[in-house]
């Protein structure tokens, strides 16, 4: 599966994107949120709160609940501002 991080969660880990294959325990969205901050300091700097990370699954906004099988993608980015 392909990771696209985008504004400053890009920044703290340090990289635009990735390709990951998944533990078999995470299925959601907010699974993977969880399973990326144990990967290293720069995710953990980047996800301290994970609930306020926005999330698409091939360029669509979903919630944290929402499945991962069957995505492509997965873009993370912080909550957006403005109008």
């Known amino acids: 599966m392909k990771l696209a991080y985008f504004a ?3 920044e703290r880990i340090g990289i ?3 390709e990951v294959a998944l533990p078999a325990g995470v299925v959601t969205v907010g699974d993977l949120l ?3 901050k144990g990967r290293g300091e720069t995710y953990d700097a980047a996800l301290q709160a994970p609930e306020i990370i926005r999330v698409a699954i091939d360029h669509e906004h979903v919630d944290h609940s929402e499945p991962l099988a069957g995505a492509r993608e ?4 912080p909550p957006m501002t403005g109008g």
């Not at 997965?74 to 980015?77: H, M, S, T």
């Open 74 to 77: 997965v873009a993370i980015f």
């Open 16 to 18: 635009a994107e990735e």
């Open 8 to 10: 400053w969660v890009r």
């Open 34 to 36: 969880l399973w990326l």
